[in-house]
């Protein structure tokens, strides 16, 4: 995989069968770029969650207080 271009080629998934007692290794190759955990998918169409513009409102109460200070 070219990590710069989000090119993907191809990848080995590695994992463990137990065996008469013993977990022997084994690898899977696959060249699906959708079965990939680090490949990069392509990126939706945002779709825009509000249709009016925001006003902001004023509070009921006036907020009268001071500002702490941590230090």
């Known amino acids: 995989m070219n990590n710069l271009s989000n090119e993907f ?3 080995f998934k590695v994992d ?11 690898y899977i ?6 079965q990939s ?3 990069l998918k392509p990126a939706k169409e945002a779709v825009p969650k509000f ?11 006036t907020i009268n207080g001071t500002q702490g200070s941590l230090f």
Not at 29 to 34: H, K, Q, V
Not at 51 to 61: M, S, Y
């Open 37 to 39: 955990h680090i490949w």
């Open 51 to 61: 249709d009016k513009r925001f006003e902001p409102l004023r509070t009921a109460q």
């Open 16 to 26: 463990t069968v137990l065996v008469d007692g013993f977990h022997m290794p084994y």
């Open 29 to 34: 190759e696959f060249i699906e770029a959708d």
């Open 9 to 11: 080629y191809r990848s």
